[in-house]
């Protein structure tokens, strides 16, 4: 099996993966293969540590090879050690000049608030690769952390359907792009004050949308019911659902998206109320 079958494994079934891998270290205890399959096991279950040991191993097996320190640089990043990420992933890049490695240098400035480096390497992997999601991703964190909202929330798009941000897709409808006079479902993500800050937003898409559906977690059904009128509110976040067939969808976006449209400027943000209290509370 080559890597591409080993990542279809392991994303599918990570522990037969790691048995797998584990018998041919019975036979060959230097497999640098086996050794990096188990690494990543652990590393995508976030056993940092243990990974980070692992991956070790492989750069000692395998100095040459820039995967390992790159991948070991993300363990160190995992358990809150830029300055040592960073170092691993500067390796990696003398190594093997790749958009991956640029971004993840990115990634490494960002977390440490160094905007003006964190945007040199992002803006670096995208001239190597002007698709790369991790880049625009951080890109979007970075200009945001700054105040440079239009910016930010334009590459802001690119974590939907990353580790954090669930990209849904109820019927065949495409991503919402702001245009008017459309039923569009906006879906609830991240954290539930994400949830509850990013729908300020809702009655600016009520007003252009003919109509607007908001899935949301269960505990803001009746919150949202008395919030915002007309809107049609599901509280089924994370289950599995029937509702869609009731609507004629004709677009979809992540409700953390939607500042893009409606939040470009300070100014934007006017502080208006948005919420309706239980009256009988």
Request: proline content about 5%.
């Amino acid at each position: 099996m080559n890597f591409s079958d080993w990542d279809a494994l392991i994303n599918e079934d990570p522990d037969e993966a790691a048995k797998r891998a584990a018998r041919t270290l019975d036979e060959d205890p230097e497999n640098a293969l086996a050794l990096f399959i188990i690494a990543t096991v652990y590393s995508r279950a976030e056993r940092f540590g243990i990974a980070a040991n692992i991956f070790t191993r492989i750069t000692q097996i395998k100095p040459e090879r820039a995967e390992p320190w790159n991948n070991l640089g993300m363990c160190y990043s995992g358990m809150g050690d830029n300055a040592k990420a960073r170092a691993l992933f500067k390796h990696a890049w003398s190594l093997a000049k790749t958009a991956t490695f640029a971004a993840n240098m990115g990634m490494a400035y960002h977390s440490d608030k160094d905007h003006a480096n964190a945007t040199k390497w992002c803006n670096r992997a995208l001239e190597l690769d002007p698709n790369c999601r991790s880049a625009k991703a951080t890109l979007g964190m970075t200009h945001l952390a700054q105040g440079q909202w239009a910016t930010g929330w334009k590459y802001n798009a690119a974590s939907i359907g990353g580790k954090f941000r669930k990209n849904i897709q109820y019927l065949e409808e495409p991503m919402w792009e702001g245009h008017p006079g459309q039923t569009v479902v906006f879906w609830g993500e991240q954290g539930l004050g994400d949830e509850i800050m990013y729908a300020s937003c809702i009655p600016d898409a009520q007003r252009e949308c003919r109509e607007v559906i908001l899935e949301c977690d269960k505990r803001l059904t009746n919150l949202y019911k008395r919030s915002f009128p007309g809107v049609h509110v599901y509280g089924t976040r994370g289950q599995q659902v029937e509702w869609p067939d009731k609507h004629k969808i004709d677009a979809r976006l992540a409700v953390g998206q939607l500042p893009e449209f409606y939040r470009p400027h300070t100014s934007s943000c006017t502080g208006t109320p948005y919420l309706v209290a239980d009256p009988a509370r």
